[in-house]
């Protein structure tokens, strides 16, 4: 991350921490310390190598809901000291803010959002220290309102993103030009209707700018035990000096509560756009289950269309919680050697032991297989069983356990890890809002 960024995310944070809880303010903060225990930290196939890790982590988070303002910020920092210097010592900054204010109720908002987040170097390599780096967006986008009859509204917005990285050249600049009409054909059933125009400009100089334009529409309806959203549209990217890229993009989202104890999430989505998207509001860290394969490509400003379906499934019984999970994406990348498909299955089984003892194992599988590229093929699998004790008010302990094992083709490599856990977390406040989170890999 850009060092101005990282300081005004933290300067941000802490400001919104020193307010006074009034007028529905809420803040939060966390301190936390973790040692983790490596019997391969390289991921070497042929050279393993021990490390022990310190991890002292600091959380802040912030709320404020008001008629006017909305206000939802967390953030961590975390240091990473590696005790036998087999990788550098690291400082990583991670979160997320969002900032809307409604200037002129129902005519005229604002929003602001800031995420910083760490990202692979490449997608394929092994999920080593080396293969990071903080990534950070931010946007900002004023938008206008006009009530035209009922519940239908429409709306002209204005949105800026920038994006970047602390070692690879994705940086770029983004503005797109929104025009949407909403349709409220009933409490429970709207219809948008959606025109963006917008470019991206990059910072590198091999990379063509690109022009895109988007004609959408999305249906979304909800009832006491379901929801469902439809988007379904065609996009055009345009990119100087290159082949054009048009297709049809779009995305499904279904949720069923069969009961509060059983519930069901099914996903598909096909889109085209550049690297840089998909940074925008995906989180604070990297998955801790699946370590070293990650949605981010932080090598890639390249145009691709990806499809993705994902499924979620989670049931309660007594005291134990189940979730299954499936996911498969596959990215067609307009002009690199690089389509790739990655099919991941999950499983999660936690269990409260007592109301202050609780014990979670995830179990995942990931294959990754790149068509032009077999040297990159791989298959992984992971076990993470964790276990979290809280003797008194606000300190949680944790120890985990963490094993991986892959095997994969030169450039993916074959290891397998085992990794020890034990740390500490102590939040200053019972309030919920901030998550200090334990780094996995």
């Known amino acids: 991350m850009k060092r101005e960024t990282r300081q005004a995310a933290l300067a941000a944070a ?45 959380a802040v988070s912030a709320a404020h809901d008001s008629k006017s303002l909305l206000l939802n910020a967390s953030y961590r920092i975390e240091g990473r000291d590696f005790l036998d210097d087999i990788v550098d010592d690291a400082t990583v900054v991670t979160g997320s803010g969002e900032l809307v204010w ?124 379901t929801n469902f959203s439809g988007t379904l549209g065609n996009t055009l990217v345009e990119r100087r000096g290159r082949s054009d890229t048009e297709g049809i993009t779009g995305n499904l989202l279904w949720f069923y509560e069969f009961n509060p104890e059983n519930r069901l999430t099914l996903s598909a989505s096909r889109e085209i756009s550049d690297g840089s998207e998909q940074f925008f509001n995906r989180g604070t860290s990297l998955n801790p289950f699946v370590p070293g394969v990650q949605v981010a490509n932080t090598d890639l400003n390249e145009i691709f269309t990806a499809e993705v379906f994902d499924a979620r499934f989670s049931t309660s019984v007594g005291a134990n919680t189940v979730e299954l999970n499936y996911s498969q994406r596959e990215s067609d990348f307009e002009r690199l050697p690089r389509d790739e498909e990655f099919t991941q299955i999950g499983a999660t089984v936690s269990r409260r032991l007592r ?50 094992d892959r095997d994969g083709a030169a450039l993916a490599g074959s290891f397998d890890e085992l990794r020890f856990y034990i740390g500490f977390t102590y939040r200053l406040r019972n309030t919920p809002q901030v998550d200090i989170g334990i780094r996995n890999r």
């Open 355 to 404: 109301r202050t003892l609780t014990t979670t194992l995830n179990l995942q599988q990931i294959e990754g297989d790149f068509v032009q590229l077999q040297t990159a093929t791989f298959e992984q699998r992971s076990a993470n069983l964790v276990i979290t004790w809280e003797p008194i008010k606000n300190l949680e302990t944790s120890f985990r356990v963490l094993y991986s």
């Open 14 to 58: 802490v400001l919104a921490c020193a307010q006074p809880n009034a007028h529905g303010f809420e803040w939060n903060a966390a301190v936390g310390f973790g040692v983790w225990q490596s019997d391969n930290e390289t991921r070497s196939s042929t050279n393993e190598l021990d490390e022990t890790t310190l991890e002292p982590v600091f």
């Open 102 to 225: 409604n200037a002129i109720p129902e005519r005229f908002d604002l929003t602001v959002r800031q995420n910083s987040t760490e990202g692979t170097l490449q997608r394929f390599a092994r999920g080593t220290q080396d293969n990071r780096q903080e990534v950070s967006t931010t946007e900002a986008a004023p938008r206008l309102r006009f009530r035209t009859r009922n519940a239908d509204e429409i709306q002209f917005e204005y949105r800026y993103r920038q994006v970047s990285s602390e070692l690879t050249n994705i940086d770029s600049q983004a503005q797109d030009l929104v025009a949407r009409y909403n349709l409220g054909l009933s409490e429970r059933t709207t219809v948008s209707l959606e025109f963006i125009d917008g470019n991206t400009e990059y910072d590198a100089f091999s990379a063509p700018d690109i022009d895109r334009t988007i004609l959408q529409g999305t249906v979304s309806t909800s009832g006491e035990r």
